[in-house]
Every structure is written in C-alpha cells, then in structure tokens.
C-alpha cells in the first residue's frame, strides 16, 4: 500500500513532463525509423541521408533516455531536495550526461570483446542516474559513480535484472508487437496518447522500484557507518 501511496504521488508530480518527453521520443524515433527505410528502399542505392538520420537515432537514444530518468528521479528524491524540476536539471543533468556517456563507452568497449561481459556491464552501470542524483558522497567526490553502481547491483543482481528484464525488455516487447503501428501520432493520435501513457506509467514504476533498491542500500551503508 505505501508503494502504490508513494508511486502516485510521483505520479502527479512528473506524469506531464514524462509524458510530453515520452510522446516526443517515441514520435521523433518513429520518424527518424522511417527515413531511413525509405532511404534503404531507394532504387538507386542507399542515400546519404541514412548516415544524418542514423546518426540523429543515436542522439536521440542518448539524450531521451537521460531526460526520462533525471526527470522521474527528481519526484523521487522530494524528500530531501526543495527545488523545483528546471533547478533540479541544472543540477544534476549535466553529470548524468556524462556518466552516461561513460557508461555507453565501457559497456561498448566489452560488447565489442565479448558479448555476455558486454550486457552484463550494461546491468552493472544501470544504476549509475541514481548515484549521480540520491548519493552525497558522490556529489563529494568520494566514490565513482559507474563503480559505485556496479557494487548496488552485485548486491541486489536478481532484483534488479528481473525490473529491468521485465520492464525495459518483456513488456516493451509485448507492446512493440501489438501496437507499434499505433504509436504514430499524426496517423493514430488517440492510440499514440494513450500508449505514452501507458509507458508513462510503466516508466514511474519501474524507476521506483529500482530507486527503493538503491534507497536501502544507501539506508544500510550509513547504518554500518
């Protein structure tokens, strides 16, 4: 009950901007997608403008993904922060970007050696947000953040890959499969609403559900202090 207490207050806070960002994403990859099918489709070859639109899908996966969960964090770390959403982003966006941005480089640099080290490291940094924006000692300087993230989910692995495999893998699946078609606002726009906030939805729960992991993990560091 205090899950669900907490999960619709974050609701009301951030819903709006989550659901402008998500409608915004979903649409501009769509988008983007189909040029570059089109282009792929051209009888005289492949056009360069697959490598703009390629490269603009890359932008786009990078800078969407950091927007959504700084966005949903900021709700869940009311408890401790006064400021508002614009003050909270000129506080925290920035090192999420570029903890971010190591992140993709290392886990890369691992998929390109080794698959499986690859996606593992991928889970093991799939923390990182939430160290940069909820640890006082990393604002300290006093821990790395993609470290720091690798040890929480040692610790809680199982947990973490079932939310993460669960939310971000099987259910997008699920909906990619039978609605895809229906995520293009100007064909389908009630469809395309109604979907983005169903992701909406899905997005808050399961960035609370990896926060309550981090949260008690910081709760049982500071208890052995």
Request: net charge positive.
């Amino acid at each position: 009950m205090k899950f669900f207490t907490e999960n619709l207050k974050v609701f009301k806070k951030v819903a709006l901007p989550l659901f402008i960002l998500l409608v915004l994403s979903s649409n501009i990859d769509q988008f983007l997608n189909q040029q570059v099918e089109t282009a792929l489709r051209d009888p005289m070859g492949a056009a360069p403008q697959v490598y703009w639109f390629g490269f603009l899908s890359i932008i786009s996966s990078i800078i969407f993904p950091v927007l959504l969960i700084t966005t949903a964090l900021y709700a869940m770390q009311s408890e401790k922060i006064s400021q508002g959403l614009s003050e909270f982003y000129g506080k925290y966006i920035n090192q999420v970007f570029i903890e971010t941005l190591r992140t993709w480089g290392k886990t890369l640099l691992w998929a390109l050696l080794f698959i499986i080290p690859g996606i593992w490291k991928f889970l093991e940094y799939s923390m990182v947000p939430f160290v940069v924006t909820g640890s006082q000692r990393y604002d300290e300087g006093r821990i790395d953040a993609l470290a720091t993230s690798a040890k929480v989910f040692r610790k809680h692995w199982f947990k973490i890959t079932g939310i993460l495999v669960l939310f971000h893998l099987f259910i997008p699946l699920i909906l990619t499969s039978l609605f895809d078609s229906y995520r293009l606002l100007w064909q389908t726009p009630v469809a395309s609403l109604v979907l983005n906030l169903l992701d909406t939805y899905l997005l808050i729960i399961s960035t609370q559900l990896l926060f309550n992991v981090f949260k008690d993990e910081v709760r049982r560091h500071e208890s052995h202090v």
